[in-house]
């Protein structure tokens, strides 16, 4: 792992080459296109998706603090956090019943 490796704004665990994902603050298909976006893991890329909605992103969560206060993503954050920087999970995640 080089010095240079991005730091995820979510986890703030440094993302390994190939190991980043791109996320539009606000979706695309809610008017986010061309509009802030944030390299994060693609785990945690994947767990914001698996958690909220496009329209809850749009609305409530989108800036990196937002996100952060989400109880299910504060849980997951914890989580993670103890696990290596080029962590990802062998198991598909799947959207969460709300």
């Given at each position: 792992?080089a010095?240079?490796?991005?730091?995820?704004?979510?986890?703030?665990r440094?993302?390994?080459?190939?190991?980043?994902?791109?996320?539009?603050?606000?979706p695309?298909?809610?008017g986010?296109?061309?509009?802030?976006?944030?390299?994060?893991h693609?785990?945690?890329?994947k767990?914001v998706?698996?958690?909220?909605?496009?329209?809850?992103?749009?609305?409530?969560?989108?800036?990196?603090?937002?996100?952060?206060t989400?109880?299910?993503?504060?849980?997951?954050?914890?989580?993670?956090?103890?696990?290596p920087?080029?962590?990802?999970?062998?198991?598909?995640?799947?959207?969460?019943?709300?």
């Open positions: 792992m010095n240079s490796d991005p730091i995820c704004p979510l986890c703030n440094p993302i390994p080459e190939g190991g980043g994902s791109l996320h539009h603050l606000i695309k298909l809610k986010g296109k061309g509009g802030p976006i944030v390299l994060l693609q785990i945690c890329h767990e998706h698996a958690t909220l909605t496009e329209a809850e992103l749009a609305r409530d969560y989108n800036t990196v603090d937002s996100l952060r989400h109880p299910r993503l504060e849980k997951f954050l914890d989580w993670v956090r103890k696990r920087p080029g962590f990802r999970s062998k198991v598909p995640g799947k959207r969460r019943g709300r």
